[in-house]
């Protein structure tokens, strides 16, 4: 079983390319994926230059939960930014802010990223079926930074929003 590291961070606005999709929905020719072949491709989102936090880090954010329809939400890949105007007027891009929240981070293993990160998600499934923590659904990320450069040896960082109130 995958020990996560227990943090906290501040507010956040991660904006960019977006889809509303199946939380579960990962894997080969599902709608995340299809979304990361539009962020691969030219008609990625990108943030003004005074509004990119840090733009050598990418984000999948998964967000706006639906519980009642089997876990609907808005999945943005992009970056984080400092404000709600991050992009050019009329660029199909959306900008959600996170609430300050603690965060259970889980750590893939060394891989192809499509292979470890749904490998990941699914030991995270079955890390709350037994955990202390609760997930709060307000808002959960996958962080790509220097650790996924290398496509056959991507280290990503998971972070699930928790809480530990029943």
């Given at each position: 079983m995958i020990e996560p590291t227990i943090i906290e961070l501040g507010e956040m606005k991660i904006g960019g390319l977006h889809v509303r999709a199946m939380e579960t929905e990962r894997g080969k020719d599902s709608?995340?994926?299809?979304?990361?072949?539009?962020?691969?491709?030219?008609?990625?989102?990108?943030a003004k230059?005074?509004?990119?936090r840090n733009p050598s880090v990418t984000y999948a954010l998964y967000a706006e939960?639906?519980?009642?329809?089997?876990?609907?939400?808005?999945?943005?890949?992009?970056?984080?930014?400092?404000?709600d105007d991050a992009f050019e007027e009329?660029?199909?891009?959306?900008?959600?802010?996170l609430?300050?929240?603690?965060?259970?981070?889980?750590?893939?293993?060394p891989g192809p990223a499509l292979e470890v990160t749904a490998?990941?998600?699914?030991?995270?499934?079955?890390?709350?079926?037994?955990?202390a923590y609760r997930r709060r659904y307000s808002g959960d990320f996958?962080?790509?930074?220097?650790?996924?450069?290398?496509?056959?040896?991507?280290i990503v960082d998971i972070y699930i929003s928790v809480t530990d109130e029943p």
């Open positions: 709608a995340v994926e299809r979304l990361w072949e539009q962020f691969r491709s030219s008609d990625r989102c990108i230059e005074a509004e990119a939960y639906n519980r009642s329809d089997n876990g609907a939400c808005t999945i943005v890949i992009g970056q984080e930014v400092s404000g009329g660029a199909d891009c959306k900008i959600v802010t609430p300050a929240s603690r965060y259970a981070v889980f750590t893939t293993r490998e990941t998600w699914s030991a995270i499934d079955r890390y709350f079926e037994s955990s996958e962080l790509y930074d220097a650790k996924s450069s290398n496509p056959g040896e991507t």
